[in-house]
């Protein structure tokens, strides 16, 4: 007989791998993409196959370079590059979403040890070097022109956002049918709600992400900015649809390494982002304060995992 | 059937593969030629040998003494002449003073020492049986059960449950025990709770198991201190504490035992082996063993003499239809590989299983992602991951911090991790360096 493999219990695993979940947020990802480039053209196409591009190439390449094993088969930089590309806008100049993949991996991930190691999300981090480096080209919104979507999208106005707008800027605020579904300037990403819900109840569904990052962030949000809005209700509904709430609360906010992992932990994850978001939209500089907000709960992660450990089976409360 | 309501937090849902031998009646495996029999096969002091090479033995004749409280004596399973006495391999890992024993076949017994009234037995008379029928916790920890049965003043005992949860994958034996012979499992327990003087009997079997449920159920009716308790299917369902819990919503405390909460915890088997000391005054010198796999030709439950070899074992069930990949004492979830098929069935081993390659995977492990899996999983609600950096730098301090000791080993952290890693293993680990530094330190 060949020889017996011993090894240490469990002798059976589960099914799931790392490659898998990440296929998953791929696919979860991927109506909302569809839907940009329906909209956008073949811009927002090719700024999504920049990002991935770019993201994956420089994985690969830093792996060479310290002679890593190469692991871009665990799909982690395809969605980063898609997350980073998702978080432009349309009108970005192509080397935009290459330098930002390049820096979301290279810096955000690699140099803080790879994969799981990163302690802010790698594409709002990037996301927030571009926006300081280019502002101009970085906030260039473009609104689609559905009715001349043939001629692709040198027709797209420029335009503010609906957040924008809501915030005092020119411009005239669309529909609420239109911020739902997508008709509306705003990130590759973040245009249509209705997308990323669709893929944010395919990674519910398939347990890659729990509720409660998203629950409590959207809800959060929703209810300061109603109550401190000034316009009630129509406030509160417009900032969950018109920019990258969605986008954030489901896809960035919950990014594995870079948020708390016990539950109680998550809630606070999602409330300290809907009050920074609120914060920040009503009273900030900028009429979008997701990305800062996920950013600055990131960093407080581990804090956070720290005060919120679980209490053990069994456990008594020790008398001194 | 009802959904079990009765669970604990936690837990993972591994693949049952139970259906290889589920419905496979139990038969008595052929009985070798020559057996091994380990003088430790049970937690605490191992045996010292009442025989030596030359004599001849009978099946049942006491051949182990054992040194110590915590321990139990080992008896012969075959009749016949003592070979040698030498180290030889363990199921439990590395090597252990065995007494082997050449079968004349003949399977001449120990006329058995059956009480006239067992009602008039007192609790000490009935323990004293069972100490000296060998009887350990048949579950697979080997627990001597005397032990168990002997609370101190101070622990007052109100409850006896039996686990016929049966949570590994693959595993039948206790299943078709409580299929075929529940009344040895009532009269056990009836035994048990004599023993202690409990008047509140809970006998705990999985919901994926209804013909076991339906058995138990009709052996115990008419038993006004009985309960059989449907539990939700889930692993690691039979762990003691988790077990408890669900029956009782009683907690065991952190680095507590049963006791403390007034409760004591059997296997099915252990009970059924109680009976069978008392009743029939028949020590403890066979087991049900399921023999399962996808590389053995014949999955059987097979009524096995203790010291017969895994290789005779899987002789008698046809042989191998595959090379096998890996050879596992217990179930996959906590059983322990094996590095040949020669070393002998003790009073623990649950169930043999030959696994092909395929069915043995084995993941190269990958950077840990966070996802946390594991914290969600953790039937203790440790958090595995840090736990294991902590284990992997070393670090002993924190390890404790985050209660390592805590830790019940059932492996549902490994079993989930999608990044393949060694969760459980590193715990283990880790847990053995920080019993080793408090025995340093309590004797320095």
């Given at each position: ?19 898998r ?17 329906y ?11 920049l ?14 370079l ?18 980073l ?81 809501l ?5 005239v ?66 900032h ?34 809907g ?15 997701v ?14 995992d ?10 008594v409360?020790?008398?001194? | ?43 605490g ?15 049942g ?17 075959v ?51 069972v ?76 919901d ?11 052996a ?60 029939l ?25 203790i ?27 906590m ?8 070393v ?35 039937p ?14 070393g670090?002993?301090?924190e ?16 079993f ?29």
């Amino acid at each position: 007989m060949s020889m017996l493999t011993v090894t240490s219990a469990p002798h059976i695993r589960s099914k799931d791998s790392v490659s898998r979940i990440m296929l998953d947020v791929v696919l979860a990802l991927l109506p909302a993409g569809i839907f940009s480039v329906y909209l956008y053209g073949t811009r927002a196409l090719l700024t999504i196959i920049l990002g991935v591009a770019s993201a994956v190439l420089t994985e690969a390449l830093i792996q060479k370079l310290t002679k890593k094993p190469v692991t871009i088969y665990d799909l982690s930089a395809v969605v980063t590059g898609l997350l980073l590309a998702y978080n432009l806008p349309p009108s970005a100049p192509w080397w935009l979403p290459v330098i930002g993949s390049a820096i979301a991996i290279a810096l955000v991930k690699h140099v803080f040890g790879g994969l799981g190691n990163n302690f802010m999300n790698p594409a709002l981090a990037a996301r927030a070097i571009l926006l300081a480096a280019w502002p101009v080209q970085m906030t260039s919104w473009i609104i689609p022109n559905t009715e001349s979507i043939s001629s692709a999208t040198a027709d797209a106005v420029s335009s503010a956002t609906p957040l924008a707008i809501l915030k005092g800027a020119e411009g005239v605020l669309p529909s609420l049918k239109d911020a739902i579904i997508g008709n509306i300037g705003g990130t590759i990403g973040e245009v249509s709600a209705v997308a990323l819900l669709l893929g944010a109840a395919y990674l519910l569904y398939r347990k890659v992400i729990t509720w409660h990052i998203p629950a409590a962030y959207i809800t959060t949000t929703f209810v300061l900015v109603t109550l401190l809005g000034g316009r009630g209700l129509e406030t509160g509904i417009y900032h969950i649809f018109a920019g990258g709430l969605i986008l954030g609360a489901f896809y960035m906010a919950t990014d594995y390494s870079s948020s708390p992992i016990t539950v109680k932990g998550k809630l606070i994850m999602g409330i300290g982002c809907g009050i920074l978001t609120a914060v920040i939209r009503l009273y900030g500089g900028y009429p979008e304060g997701v990305s800062y907000s996920i950013l600055l709960m990131n960093v407080a992660a581990p804090l956070i995992d720290k005060y919120t450990m679980p209490r053990v089976f069994g456990e008594v409360k020790q008398h001194a | 059937m009802a959904k079990g309501l009765f669970t604990f937090s936690g837990g993972v849902h591994p693949p049952h593969r139970k259906h290889y031998t589920e419905d496979i009646k139990v038969e008595p495996c052929r009985v070798p030629d020559i057996v091994v029999i380990p003088m430790q096969q049970h937690i605490g002091a191992p045996c010292e040998p009442l025989v030596k090479p030359g004599d001849s033995v009978k099946v049942g004749q006491k051949i182990g003494e054992p040194k110590g409280f915590v321990s139990a004596p080992v008896h012969s399973s075959v009749s016949g002449v003592v070979k040698s006495i030498e180290m030889y391999n363990s199921p439990g890992g590395g090597k252990v003073l065995s007494v082997i024993i050449q079968n004349d076949g003949s399977d001449t017994r120990v006329e058995p020492d059956i009480p006239l009234n067992i009602d008039l037995l007192s609790p000490a008379q009935l323990k004293k049986i069972v100490l000296e029928a060998g009887i350990v916790g048949m579950g697979g920890a080997a627990f001597p059960t005397h032990v168990k049965l002997s609370p101190p003043a101070d622990k007052k005992i109100d409850t006896v449950i039996l686990n016929g949860a049966e949570c590994e994958p693959y595993l039948t034996s206790d299943y078709r025990l409580m299929v075929e012979s529940p009344e040895q499992i009532i009269s056990g327990l009836k035994i048990i709770m004599k023993i202690l003087g409990v008047s509140s009997g809970i006998i705990g079997i999985e919901d994926n198991k209804p013909k076991a449920l339906q058995s138990v159920k009709a052996a115990a009716a008419g038993e006004q201190n009985i309960k059989v308790v449907s539990l939700r299917t889930k692993y690691p369902q039979g762990a003691e504490k988790q077990l408890i819990y669900a029956l009782t919503k009683r907690m065991v405390p952190s680095g507590g035992l049963p006791m403390d909460i007034g409760v004591v915890v059997n296997n099915v088997g252990t009970a059924a082996a109680i009976h069978k000391a008392v009743d029939l005054g028949e020590p403890l010198y066979q087991r049900i063993v399921t023999v399962s796999g996808s590389a053995v030709k014949e999955p059987k439950n097979l009524l096995v003499r203790i010291g017969t070899t895994f290789r005779d074992v899987i002789d008698f069930c046809g042989g191998l239809v595959e090379e096998p990949a890996k050879v596992i004492s217990g179930g996959p979830m906590m059983g322990i590989a094996q590095h040949t098929l020669d070393v002998p069935v003790v009073k623990g081993t649950s169930g043999i299983l030959v696994l092909t390659k395929k069915e043995a995977e084995l993941p190269e492990p990958s950077a840990c992602i966070r996802c946390g899996r594991c914290v969600e999983v953790c039937p203790i609600n440790l958090m595995p991951l840090q736990l294991s950096n902590a284990a992997l730098k070393g670090i002993l301090e924190e390890a404790e911090a985050l209660h390592a000791m805590d830790c019940i080993e059932c492996g549902s952290c490994s079993f989930i991790c999608p990044a393949k890693r060694p969760l459980v293993h590193s715990i283990k680990m880790v847990k053995k360096e920080i019993t080793a530094r408090r025995k340093r330190s309590a004797s320095s």
